[in-house]
């Protein structure tokens, strides 16, 4: 019998953790006591068949006599701080892939609390039992703090309860403090097992794979821990409301953020925001902040800025190690300038809620990582975490990250500020050196006499003014001037280009569409006019941001250079759609911000389908003819099927879809959800799939259908959004800046290569630039698509979780990497 335990608490060491367990072959020798019978009965039936792979489903034969997995789910969250939004939806992707794995899954209640005690803390789960989880915050399975588990004796008494249940593995959701506890309750295993069976001959071992999960995205190693991109909506929310208040009565908000010893939330925060001033405890301020401070807030309203916003996390210190509170600055400034300032302390409110569909994402693929990662498990192996370096599920030793973080309190404490900054991984580098450089204005002294130019192209999304604001000011900062095009191709064409300042940008993180104006005019029969006004404004350089027409009008521009010797200039593209259908990179910007209106109202329509009963939705969503959106809002938002053009489907898919909702309405949850990408199929449309549904389902299930349209386009960017367009802005300018260098020849600008105009897109791990020539092999112009795109092989994990019977692939094998390697040496 095989048997799997996922444990989600905060109790032992701090953190929040989960935790997910497998077993492997051990039978050790017991003597004949009752309690020793019993355990030799749970570890000779505890045995494990090593060919087994996530890669099919076993038939029910295999699952009984090739290894039926028991797999336990444990869910704490012990105090307010200890659960995170995201957390459900990784507990239900384990478990539903526990159970695609023939496995046999229960949940253990209350945490480690409820490991020490067993019995009826230990209950059967079902698919069902984990359904309309997704959208909610927190856990569903209680939590309670454990000080039994601090003890020797209560973790003997834990082993005592997964030795009965044939358990060896464990998979722990949490931070580093809940990681290391694990780590040790593994280390420690044989000792507990030889205590409880003095006889044993051999004991077993512990696998350890962990899931990390923290609104703090204090853990280093990974990009984004689950929780952290919820907990910035959250405070993202607030921050919005109250600069409208600040700007009515030219006041100054000082915001407090949780981060007791990792500022990613305050330091995010103030990119998205454009906040005057960040206090983060790994770069204290420098010897006489408090001047240099009230000479920015004054400079700022000198300049017709109405507020000032100052972002605070709640570990902020000085380079002396005094705590830098909210209100200590509000003193300050209300002193020393006379400001009406007011603070803001967000508290627990970042905690809760409902998980963005990035969390929801995030803690799915982590939970399959997981699952995969115990399956190919053997006793040498370390124990790792799964976590996210850029677009890829990774997997790192487990002591390692802890020791790094370790490392970084280490740093901190020892006044080694720059290196703590770079332990915290490149991400959290990049963007504190993106905050500082956009923050205020320091143009140097000597102007580069450069005209930048920046049009938006295609149909208007959330993030693209985050680009443009950070583009003119990394401009200016640079010494170019930086020139506004209106209404994109047409308008440059028409010579509607005026300068643009650093403050006529401000506040445009936060503002959604474009405020430049766009059109979805291509330049091709323009070229004249075109190049006519390049050569009249001076133009050396464009940024073109937008979806599929930005990339195919900055094509049509290249293949004008041979004509036209005025484009012979550097242009960028920065991918800017709902649609993610621009080649060369992983995401868009906008993307993020659709998803999130799709997935918020799928959970709405799910709970009004929830409460009738027996009710099918048919939800079409935008992207043209890429299906990003409707497979990664059907991951988020638990749909039963998403229909896309990238995966042909006939009546026969259509028919299997229908007898799968019929034998889910026999089950207690009777509702269903169907997403349908716009263009996915001329023949199957909306209409179609809505009339079939009703007809074959008529007596079983009623359906009703929503065509979301242009809602997906509008509304306020989210988080990732504003500074995914941020960091794509400021990193345009600095490549054209370069690449001005090298196209400067006998006092001009001649650029006419092919690594002169790229694509700046998310390639797995990094940002890349990309010539749009070398793009042109991978794309399918007819539809407006990418021929190859990555979020296509994670669409049998949407399958899996709705419980149809497929194949994953496994293809692609994630070894574990080595963190410390990877950083290199640092100074000390």
């Known amino acids: 019998m095989f048997l799997f335990l996922f444990l989600l608490l905060w109790g032992y060491f701090s953190g929040d953790d989960l935790f997910l367990v497998w077993p492997e072959r051990h039978a050790p020798t017991l003597s004949c006591c009752p309690l020793k019978q019993e355990l030799q009965h749970a570890c000779h039936n505890a045995t494990f068949q090593r060919g087994f792979s996530c890669a099919r489903h076993p038939r029910k034969s295999e699952s009984r006599d090739a290894g039926n997995t028991d797999f336990l789910l444990c869910v704490s969250t012990q105090n307010a701080w200890s659960c995170f939004p995201g957390m459900n939806a990784a507990v239900r992707a384990t478990v539903r892939v526990g159970l695609y794995t023939g496995a046999k899954v229960y949940f253990v209640h209350e945490g480690y609390q409820g490991l020490v005690d067993g019995a009826d803390n230990i209950r059967l789960a079902t698919w069902e039992s984990v359904s309309m989880m997704l959208q909610l915050g927190g856990t569903v399975i209680g939590s309670a703090r454990s000080k039994d588990f601090r003890t020797r004796e209560g973790r003997m008494k834990a082993a005592g309860n997964l030795v009965k249940l044939g358990i060896t593995n464990l998979c722990v959701i949490g931070g580093d403090g809940s990681l290391t506890g694990a780590n040790e309750f593994r280390t420690e295993w044989s000792g507990l097992l030889a205590d409880l069976v003095k006889e044993a001959k051999k004991s077993s071992h512990l696998n350890i794979v962990g899931m990390v999960g923290s609104i703090d995205n204090d853990f280093c190693g990974t990009d984004m821990t689950i929780g952290t991109d919820s907990a910035l909506h959250r405070i993202i929310e607030v921050v919005d409301a109250i600069t409208t208040t600040a700007q009515s009565h030219q006041r100054t908000f000082i915001l407090e953020v949780m981060g007791r010893h990792c500022g990613y939330l305050a330091l995010v925060t103030a990119q998205a925001c454009g906040a005057d001033w960040v206090f983060i405890p790994e770069m204290p301020p420098d010897e006489g902040w408090e ?255 937008g979806g599929f027409e930005a990339y195919v009008g900055g094509l049509e521009l290249v293949q004008a250079r041979e004509k036209y010797e005025e484009i012979c200039i550097p242009i960028v593209v920065i991918p800017a759609t709902v649609s993610n259908n621009v080649p060369g990179s992983d995401f868009s ?33 935008m992207g043209g003819y890429c299906g990003y959106l409707a497979t990664m809002a059907g991951l988020a938002a638990g749909a039963d099927a998403a229909y896309i053009f990238e995966e042909k489907f006939g009546i ?169 390697k990877k950083r290199g040496p640092l100074g000390k």
């Open 291 to 545: 001047d240099h401070l009230c000479r920015r807030l004054a400079n700022q309203r000198a300049r017709g800025s109405r507020l000032n916003v100052i972002i605070v996390a709640e570990g902020a210190m000085s380079r002396a190690g005094q705590p830098i509170t909210s209100e200590q600055i509000k003193k300050l400034v209300t002193d020393r300038l006379g400001f009406d300032t007011r603070t803001t302390v967000l508290g627990h409110v970042q905690r809760g809620g409902t998980p963005s569909a990035f969390d929801r994402i995030l803690g799915s693929r982590m939970g399959v990582e997981a699952v995969m990662a115990l399956l190919e498990a053997t006793p040498d192996t370390p124990a790792c975490v799964v976590s996210l370096s850029g677009n890829l599920a990774v997997r790192l030793p487990l002591m390692e990250c802890v020791q790094v973080t370790k490392d970084v309190t280490a740093a901190m404490s020892q006044g080694r500020f720059d290196e703590a900054i770079k332990l915290r991984g490149k991400s959290f580098e990049n963007n504190w050196n993106t905050y500082k450089l956009l923050a205020h204005i320091n143009p140097p002294d000597v102007k580069s006499n450069i005209n930048v130019a920046l049009l938006n192209i295609g149909a208007p999304c959330a993030g693209m003014n985050a680009a443009v604001r950070s583009a003119v000011r990394m401009g200016i900062i640079q010494g170019h001037n930086m020139l506004a095009v209106h209404d994109g191709f047409d308008g440059l064409a028409e010579g509607q280009i005026e300068p643009i300042t650093w403050t006529s940008v401000s506040g445009w993180t936060g503002k959604g569409g474009s405020m430049l104006g766009t059109k979805r005019t291509l330049p091709g029969k323009l070229l004249e006019e075109i190049s006519q006004n390049i050569a009249k404004f001076n133009i050396h350089a464009l940024v073109i941001i």
């Open 589 to 621: 910007i906008g993307a993020d911000t659709a998803l999130n209106t799709i997935t918020s109202t799928c959970d709405r329509i799910k709970q009004s389908a929830a409460g009738t009963k027996r009710r099918v939705f048919i939800v079409e969503t």
């Open 652 to 820: 026969r898919d259509l028919e299997t879809n229908v007898e799968h909702l019929v034998e889910k309405m026999k089950t207690t949850v009777k509702r269903g959800l169907i997403l349908r990408n716009e263009s996915c199929n001329s023949n199957y449309t909306t209409d179609f799939i809505f009339n079939l549904y009703s007809e074959e389902g008529k007596g079983i299930f009623d359906c009703r259908k929503n065509v979301l349209g242009h809602m997906q386009q509008g509304g306020t960017p989210t988080p990732f959004d504003r500074n995914f367009g941020t960091k794509m802005g400021a990193k345009s300018v600095l490549w054209l800046t370069e690449k001005l260098k090298e196209c400067y020849r006998h006092g001009r600008i001649f650029a006419n290569t092919p690594d002169s105009a790229c694509v700046l897109g998310m390639k797995k791990r990094a940002l890349t630039f990309q010539p749009l020539a070398d793009l042109k092999s991978d794309t399918d112009f007819e539809h407006r698509i990418p021929k190859s795109q990555w979020w296509l092989k994670i669409r049998p994990i949407m399958k899996i979780l709705a419980k149809y019977d497929i194949k994953l692939d496994t293809s692609e094998h994630a070894d574990i990497e080595h963190v410390i």
